[in-house]
């Protein structure tokens, strides 16, 4: 039983929970940016680079073969797949990966500057010491 409550209190730790929560978030963000990137900027590009859909660009190696036989049955060519280096999907990713890193940029320096701001915000007066105290007192009925 020991176990399981250490696994529950390792579980339910506000860390764990926001780790959880920043990995959907993560996703649905990198989802978001792919559709945008493949639905929003692809055919942008596509358009200047002559009308075609950038993502489905690839540099062919080898085409492919269609399987061909003789007139009794038997295979005199067999089926090859093609072989293409496909550069159009690659830079896709990568333009992902870039909106991706310049968000996420975005948010660590707003997140710092909020830090920043914390940190430069005056403290309250500094608390005396205790013969600091003692003169003070003594100094106030002085006065009386």
């Known amino acids: 039983m020991a176990f399981i409550k250490e696994f529950k209190e390792f579980a339910l730790k506000g860390n764990l929970v926001d780790i959880a929560v920043a990995f959907v978030m993560g996703g649905a963000f990198g989802k978001l940016v792919s559709t945008f990137t493949e639905k929003l900027i692809a055919p942008l590009i596509g358009l200047l680079t002559g009308g075609t859909n950038f993502y489905d660009k690839k540099l062919v190696l080898k085409s492919a073969v269609a399987e ?4 009794e049955g038997k295979i005199v060519v067999p089926h090859g797949d093609e072989v293409a280096l496909e550069w159009g999907a690659f ?17 660590i320096k707003g997140i710092n500057a909020l830090k920043k701001k ?4 005056p403290a ?21």
């Open 91 to 107: 830079v896709t990713v990568i333009i992902d990966f870039l909106i991706v890193a310049f968000v996420m940029f975005l948010v």
């Open 124 to 144: 309250g007066p500094a608390s005396l010491s205790t013969t600091e105290t003692l003169l003070t007192e003594i100094r106030d009925a002085l006065k009386k």
């Open 118 to 121: 914390e940190a430069q915000a």
């Open 68 to 71: 061909v036989k003789d007139p």
